[in-house]
Nanobody
Framework: QVQLVESGGGLVQPGGSLRLSCVAS????????MTWYRQAPGRERELVAL????????THADAVIGRFAASRDNAKNTVYLQMNKQKFEDTVLYYC????????WGQGTQVTVSS
């Protein structure tokens, strides 16, 4: 049974940092592409980062290049999203996702950037 559990969200000041985690079960993150999305209320879900299967190479959305970094720990079957230099507009719900015949999503973790 595929399951994704995100954690690490919270309140952070502008310019601060948070690291999100997504623990996967029911499959190995090393053999599937993993993605981080975010969604603000009333808006469409936005792709933030992609971690390729196999070598774990990453691609990031233009809005977060130079600030966010996705990564993967195969031993822990976990993917991460390191978020630095945070801005007010990063205040949204963050999800990890995997496609294994269908899309699976975690429950999301809320990030709030506020002074």
């Amino acid at each position: 049974q595929v399951q994704l559990v995100e954690s690490g969200g919270g309140l952070v000041q502008p310019g601060g940092s948070l690291r999100l985690s997504c623990v996967a079960s029911g499959f190995a993150v090393s053999v599937f592409a993993m993605t981080w999305y975010r969604q603000a209320p009333g808006r469409e879900r936005e792709l933030v980062a992609l971690i390729s299967w196999g070598d774990g190479s990453t691609t990031h959305a233009d809005a977060v290049i130079g600030r966010f970094a996705a990564s993967r720990d195969n031993a822990k079957n976990t993917v991460y999203l390191q978020m630095n230099k945070q801005k007010f507009e990063d205040t949204v719900l963050y999800y990890c996702s995997v496609h294994d015949g269908r899309d699976y999503w975690g429950q999301g973790t809320q990030v709030t950037v506020s002074s």
